[in-house]
Nanobody, 121 residues
């Protein structure tokens, strides 16, 4: 499975962005997909995850009620809709795939290259 994340950019606080994670490989539908984010000097932080079939999702407390993760199996794409963005959401966002339902970055097998989200005040 190969992943490509895109959709990042510069947005003002309170604004919205939608990130996309496009996947190649027929096995993509067998993987749970998550978004993580990272800022300089910090560990990669779990943001949200969606089950292989889209039936379940989970979120970090810091983004609950503001971010929505979803997947379009026909397009092999996972989305992260981010609303009410805050300056502390500024980070490089990565998508990742795993056969395990987990919040631990170490257990994700495949990673996209990351897309930068900058939220200005």
């Amino acid at each position: 499975v190969q992943l490509q994340a895109f959709g990042g950019g510069l947005v003002q606080a309170g604004g919205s962005l939608r990130l996309s994670c496009a996947a190649s490989g027929r096995a993509f539908s067998e993987y749970h997909v998550a978004w993580f984010r990272q800022t300089p000097g910090k560990e990669r932080e779990f943001v949200a995850t969606v089950a292989y079939d889209g039936a379940s999702t989970d979120y970090a407390n810091s983004v609950k009620g503001r971010f929505t993760i979803s997947r379009d199996s026909a397009k092999n794409t996972v989305f992260l809709r981010m609303t009410s963005l805050r300056t502390e959401d500024t980070a490089i966002y990565y998508c990742a795939a795993s056969r395990r339902w987990t919040f631990s970055a170490n257990l994700y097998t495949f990673w996209g290259q990351g897309t930068l989200v900058t939220v200005s005040s």
